[in-house]
């Protein structure tokens, strides 16, 4: 979920519900609370995002992140090792036949 939050933070700075709904746009993945904002957490501890509380057009507070530095180097890593772990997952996620008992 890291690279794919840091590639929307890349295009532009969010906060997590808004977050949430977009990734179910681009992918069609329901992404729960209970996973985005704990990835939020370990992303902005290790200095890859960093998050400022704004007040909402309702006029609640509301974290907004944007992606650092270091948050864009690791989204370039990211992208560089993606087709070989795409690769590798595909090859572990395919069906395989079953082995015959005989």
């Known amino acids: ?7 929307l933070l890349d295009q532009q700075a969010d906060y997590g519900y808004s977050l949430m709904m ?7 993945t329901d992404v729960s609370d209970g996973s ?11 200095g890859r995002i960093e998050g400022v509380w704004e007040a ?7 974290k907004v992140y944007n992606i650092t530095p270091k948050g864009r ?5 990211a992208r ?5 772990l795409a690769r590798g997952l595909s090859a572990l996620l395919a ?5 015959s008992s005989t």
């Open 1 to 7: 979920m890291d690279p794919m939050i840091l590639a």
């Open 80 to 84: 560089i090792e993606w087709p070989s």
């Open 22 to 28: 977009r990734i179910r746009n681009t992918t069609g």
């Open 95 to 99: 069906p395989t036949p079953k082995a």
């Open 73 to 77: 180097d690791t989204l370039h890593k």
């Open 36 to 46: 985005l904002y704990p990835a939020l957490r370990r992303l902005e501890d290790a």
């Open 56 to 62: 909402s057009p309702a006029g609640r507070q509301r």
